[in-house]
Antibody
Framework: QLMQSGAEVKNPGASVLLSCKAS????????ISWVRQAPGQGPEWMGW????????RSAQKFQGRLTFTTDTSTTTAYMEMRSLTSDDTAVYYC??????????????WGQGTLVTV | DIQMTQSPSSLSASVGDRVTLTCRAS??????LNWYHQTSGKAPKLLIF???TLQSDVPSRFSGSGSGSDFTLTISGLHPEDFGAYFC?????????FGGGTKVEI
């Protein structure tokens, strides 16, 4: 399972660091994707980190504002987002990005963290 | 970015109804298409990946089809727990975009 950190309230211009604690599987076997969902909207994929080697990908719209990291000793993934605006108010999810054959999908999700800016 | 468009945006149905939801991609995504179900206040749950492969523990009343740009999710007999929002997602090209969702209401 994935257990996320608690709700955050931030002022515009601030940064936020979210955590996602993994348990019950081999942490380095799968990557972690981060997805956010604004109120009443569909989910939005933000980026991905390999728990094996730390390689990352992120959506172009967030370039320069996101940093993904992992700590294999604590099996925890982190996402830092900088220069927050009110448009960043959303529930933020981490999810296991599992590859099955040639397909990949997010089959285990955290409970979500509400970030209010 | 690939745009994913779902239709209808909402529908009303009854327990036992057969329901078909549609997802269209702005360009071909082959069969790199996933479907998720979300109920209020909870994280999305994976139903189908690879356009037609049922995730383990998902009831067989759910089925997916399609390839290229056009996909469907069919629920052959709605159960009470099936109400909520359904989202499609392409994983053909990063960023892995989601559709805006179809809300299935009683």
């Amino acid at each position: 399972q994935l257990m996320q950190s608690g709700a955050e309230v931030k002022n515009p211009g601030a940064s936020v660091l979210l955590s996602c604690k993994a348990s019950g599987y081999s942490f380095t076997s799968y990557g972690i994707s981060w997805v956010r969902q604004a109120p009443g909207q569909g989910p939005e994929w933000m980026g991905w980190i390999s728990a094996l080697n730390g390689n990352t990908r992120s959506a172009q719209k967030f370039q320069g504002r996101l940093t993904f990291t992992t700590d294999t000793s604590t099996t925890t993934a982190y996402m830092e987002m900088r220069s927050l605006t009110s448009d960043d108010t959303a529930v933020y999810y981490c999810a296991i990005d599992r590859v099955v054959g040639v397909d990949n999908a997010f089959d285990i999700w955290g409970q979500g963290t509400l970030v209010t800016v | 970015d690939i745009q994913m468009t779902q239709s209808p945006s909402s529908l009303s149905a009854s327990v036992g109804d057969r329901v078909t939801l549609t997802c269209r991609a702005s360009q071909s995504v082959s069969t790199y298409l996933n479907w998720y179900h979300q109920t209020s206040g909870k994280a999305p749950k994976l139903l189908i990946f690879g356009a037609s492969t049922l995730q383990s523990d998902v009831p067989s009343r759910f089925s997916g089809s399609g390839s290229g740009s056009d996909f469907t999710l069919t629920i052959s007999g709605l159960h009470p727990e099936d109400f909520g929002a359904y989202f499609c997602q392409q994983t053909f090209i990063s960023p892995y975009t989601f559709g805006g969702g179809t809300k299935v209401e009683i």
